[in-house]
Every structure is written in C-alpha cells, then in structure tokens.
C-alpha cells in the first residue's frame, strides 16, 4: 500500500511569508524554508527507514514538522536514529554551502532545533535519554515544563521581531495542547502494551501495581501482598474487550 499523506501549511507560514516580503527578507525566508526542508527529509527517510506510516507534514515559520502514525512504544534505536537524521542531514549542509550568511542561518536553525522545547529534535532526545531513568509519565510532565521554561528563557534572551514571536506563539500553543493530552498519551501508551503484548529485554518491579511508575523502555513485573504479577497479565485484566480501562 502507497504511503499516502497530507502536507498542511499552517496559517502562520503564510502570515510569516506576507512580512516577509514587506520587510524585504523574501529570500532570507526562503533560503530558512529550504534549509528546514532539508532536515525535515532526514526525518522523513529514518521513518521510511523502520516503516513508519507518514500521516502529514505540517509546513511552519522556519521549521516543518513530520507526524508519523506509529505506535509510542517504539524501540528506542529506532526512536533516535528517526530524530538524530534531521540535525545529521542538516550538519551535510555545512559541506555544500560556500555563502557565509546561509552558513549562518544554518548553524542558527541547527542550534535552535537542539533546544528542548516540543516539539523541536532537542525536547525528543531529551525525552529518550529520560526514558531509561524515569517513569514515562514522569518524563513526559518534565518534558512539557522544560520547554515550557527554555521557551521563555529563549525570548528573555535574544531580539523580538515579529517572525521569532510568530514561532514562539506557535510552540506555546503546541506546548498547552500536550499538556492538555498528557492522560490521553498516558492511556494510549498503555492501551498499546495490552494491545500488542510489547515486551524488552530489561525488566522493572514495580510495587504496588502503580501504572505511573511503568517506564516506556522496560516490562514490568507488578508487585503485590508478595505475589508477582507480569505486565502482560496485569494489563489483561484492566481492560476490556472494548479496550476501556475499567
């Protein structure tokens, strides 16, 4: 079957290329367009790369944002190799690139992509080193007031002009949307470990049978009154044969 997707140009691309052109950066703005365009088909090619299905591409002021519809519980390899492809294909530029001022605006997007504010590649590294130390919901709240701060310690710190805070509105916002979907997150990430039996090769005791404490890159063996109970089982057991947690 074709990987059929849709590419959404958001309403802020378009008002950000309309100013653009009044303040005479029509093609600094283009040459940023091309350059996130770029980096956004690393992304692309990892998730080509492990099957991933591409739903859309969504085109934003100075980035683009590929969403894959794949399963949260992926392994973390393949969640790294998939986000890690973006600054490695941006990086290739460097190599291409003889005009200083594009080297520039390059090395300025590259760095700001590395910034742990969601969605952009820092906040997912970030997520995948935490998710071998901490509770996934856990990382997931950390990772939403992180960006949180870093997005305003970021405007504290350089010059406004509309196009920065034209982009910075737009992580707000996708900053508030995560948050306000961090229990539908949380109950797909768990729906998906009942649905597809997902196991790992390292293993987490968890006492008291506290589905927060249940991290994305373990199984877990669930602890109570002294009996041991597998991940598997507990979870055939809270859901229905609807898929509801009772």
């Known amino acids: 079957m074709k990987n059929i997707f849709k590419i959404k140009i958001h309403f802020f691309f378009y008002l950000a290329f309309i100013i653009s052109i009044l303040t005479g950066n029509f093609k600094i703005f283009i040459t940023l367009t091309l350059i996130t365009f770029f980096h956004e088909l690393g ?18 002021p100075l980035s683009m944002l590929t969403i894959f ?7 973390w390899y ?61 990382v997931e709240k950390i990772n939403i007031y992180i960006s949180f701060i870093v997005l305003v310690l970021f405007n504290i710190g350089i010059p406004k002009n509309l196009l920065i805070i034209l982009v910075s509105t737009i992580f707000l916002f996708k900053i508030l949307k995560e948050k306000n979907n961090l229990d539908y997150i949380f109950n797909k990430f768990l ?38 109970e597998e991940e598997h089982d507990f979870l055939l057991k809270m859901f229905d044969n609807k898929g509801k947690i009772w």
């Open 43 to 60: 992304h692309i090619i990892g998730g080509l790369l492990f099957k991933y299905k591409i739903e859309k591409i969504v085109v934003l």
């Open 78 to 138: 393949q969640e790294f190799i998939v986000t890690i492809l973006g600054p490695l294909f941006q990086i290739l530029l460097f190599n291409f690139i003889n005009d200083e001022r594009i080297l520039k605006y390059n090395m300025i997007l590259l760095l700001f992509n590395l910034l742990p504010i969601f969605p952009l590649d820092g906040s997912k590294l970030l997520k995948i080193f935490l998710y071998n130390y901490l509770p996934f919901k856990l």
């Open 69 to 75: 519809n794949t399963k949260i519980n992926n392994k």
């Open 191 to 228: 729906f998906e470990r009942y649905l597809y039996n997902i196991n790992y090769k390292k293993i987490k005791i968890i006492n008291q049978l506290k589905l927060e404490e249940m991290y994305k890159y373990y199984y877990h063996h669930f602890l109570s009154k002294n009996k041991i």
